[in-house]
């Protein structure tokens, strides 16, 4: 994304985020919102007020494959919307899409997460 961080010397922040079916993916690409569960909702929040960038990077659970990621472009608030049709997810947000493509997990083996006991990231 072009857009101008407005916290240029704060950290970059990743967030795997894992839906349960492509429809939510697809809707999130077509609208530009995603909503989460309440239990993600204050850390992705809190990374959105204290780094200068949050990208998500998106995978159907079971898939094998991310399926792109995105840009959380702002935070989480209080409405929900009836697209996910589901009431177990809260507020909705705004992303903005950089790459909408599936991608193997293959393609990041030699990616390992240092807060998740240096396992792979899929």
Known sequence: SKSPSPRPNM??????????????????????????TPSNERKLNRAFWESSMVYLIFSVQGSG????????????????????????FGGVFQVEWIRKESIPFQFAHHLLNPWNDNKKVQ
Do not use: C
């Open 65 to 88: 494959h991310f399926q792109g990621f995105a840009r959380m472009a702002s935070e989480i608030g209080f409405e929900q919307s009836q697209d996910w049709g589901s009431s177990v």
């Open 11 to 36: 950290p970059v922040r990743y967030f795997i985020m894992k839906s349960s079916n492509l429809q939510n993916i697809d809707i999130s690409q077509q609208k530009g919102i995603w909503s989460t």
